[in-house]
């Protein structure tokens, strides 16, 4: 029996004339994605990504698995081909859920009938094949309201499919389609999970990353680089940008009062990362800031670091508990290496009292008794670049 995958849109299905440039997106990342797994033919039509295996014989598990992770995708599942006759519609349902309906009780029929030159009507359709089901498998009933399966049959331009469950695609817009961004991305359980957000809404990702040796380890630097390969699956190609920054957060503990270390670090860190943005055209900067999490993160904390942002800082997960965040972070299994215990360089020289909620006069003031602009000029120019592909 002939095997696709079937991807439907998501909110990409809306879009009007410029759907094509979505389309050929999504195309190119899931080619991209599915490339390892062997020789696949992707088509669309109607708003669904049709990928058609090469050999007849090749395992869609994995398939699924990897266009899942793919955003722009509402939701997908495995179908089995058939020709537009009823007869052949019925004969592969049978044979090709056999598995599914021996080990369900209840059930229904739904019939998509996108070529309305089809003979038999939708309900026509249902009606027979659900007659033809329960005889072949008589330990079912029909519910209509709660099956526990939906034998789906649609029938389209070329041929008709016939599936079960449909799984939930990741959503979202194809990545790249809404340019790039720069993500602030440190060891913690926030920053990839703002990154993944920012991702979904189409945000192609780089990611920059602030060490301070010897008072951080390699060890700190290579598990960022590890959620950088995690977050590949999701975000694709990702250039991982490392900056040295031990000189300027020693510049600072000599030259400021200890009270704005992290907030004038910080101004420093938006600093750094949007002149690199700028390099890479990227539009915008992305961190993993929630209101309250911490002194850094009050709404006046906050201002004083966007103070000196030139491009919008988008902050995904503003508003969102920690529970809420370590959901995200388990479901795209990123949690496990952000709480391995390694040091970050914004636990290097923290204040024992930080102003929470400071002035940005203060701040400024603060900043301005000693010239950074030498040592940021040269972590920009030290600052060393590798890329990330998933695989
Ligand atoms: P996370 O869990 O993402 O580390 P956090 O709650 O620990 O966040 P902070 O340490 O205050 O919060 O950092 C706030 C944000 O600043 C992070 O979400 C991240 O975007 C950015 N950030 C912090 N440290 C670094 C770093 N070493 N390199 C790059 N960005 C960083
Ligand atoms: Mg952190």
């Known amino acids: 029996m002939k095997e696709v995958v079937l991807a439907k849109y998501g909110e990409m299905a809306l879009k009007g004339l410029n759907k094509r440039t979505f389309e050929d997106m999504l195309t190119k990342n899931i080619k991209r994605r599915i490339k390892p797994l062997g020789s696949f033919i992707c088509t669309t039509a109607q708003s669904t990504m049709y990928i058609t295996p090469n050999d007849e014989n090749a395992d869609l598990s994995d398939v699924v698995d990897r266009v899942g992770k793919i955003f722009g995708i509402a939701t997908l599942c495995r179908a089995c081909v058939c020709e537009k006759d009823f007869g052949d519609i019925a004969e592969k349902s049978v044979e090709y859920l056999a598995d599914t309906l021996n080990n369900a009780r209840t059930f229904k029929v739904n019939a998509k009938r996108a070529d309305k030159t089809f003979p038999m009507k939708s309900p026509e359709i249902c009606m027979e094949l659900g007659g033809i089901l329960l005889e072949k498998f008589p330990h079912l009933t029909v519910d209509v309201k709660n099956p526990q399966v939906t034998v789906t049959v649609e029938i389209r331009d070329t041929n008709a499919y016939v599936h079960g469950e449909n799984l939930k695609g990741a959503g979202g817009l194809p990545v790249g389609s809404s340019g790039k961004a720069m993500l602030l991305l440190s060891g913690g359980i926030d920053s990839p999970v703002a990154g993944w957000m920012m991702a979904k809404r189409g945000v192609h990702i780089e990611a920059i990353h602030y060490v301070s040796p010897p008072y951080t380890s390699d060890r700190a630097q290579l598990k960022v680089e590890q959620l950088c390969d995690k977050l590949t699956d999701y975000c694709g190609g990702i250039a991982f940008h490392c900056v040295p920054f031990t000189e300027i957060q020693e510049a600072i503990k000599d030259n400021c009062p200890e009270e704005f270390f992290t907030i004038i670090m910080r101004r420093l860190m938006m600093e750094i990362a949007q002149r690199i943005a700028a390099k890479d055209n990227c539009l915008a900067l992305i961190t993993g800031e929630s209101v309250g999490q911490v002194a850094s993160q009050t709404m006046a904390a906050i201002a004083c670091t966007d103070a000196v942002c030139r491009i919008p800082v988008f902050r995904p997960l503003v508003g969102m508990d920690k529970t809420e965040i370590i959901e995200i972070a388990r479901k795209i299994d990123t949690f496990e290496t952000s709480t391995l215990p390694y ?49």
């Open 343 to 391: 040091e970050d360089c914004c636990t290097v020289f923290t204040p024992r009292h930080p102003k929470v909620r400071p002035q940005l006069s203060d701040v400024e003031k603060a900043q301005n008794s000693f010239d950074f602009e030498p040592l940021i000029q040269k972590a920009v120019k030290n600052t060393e670049m590798k890329t990330f592909n998933f695989n």
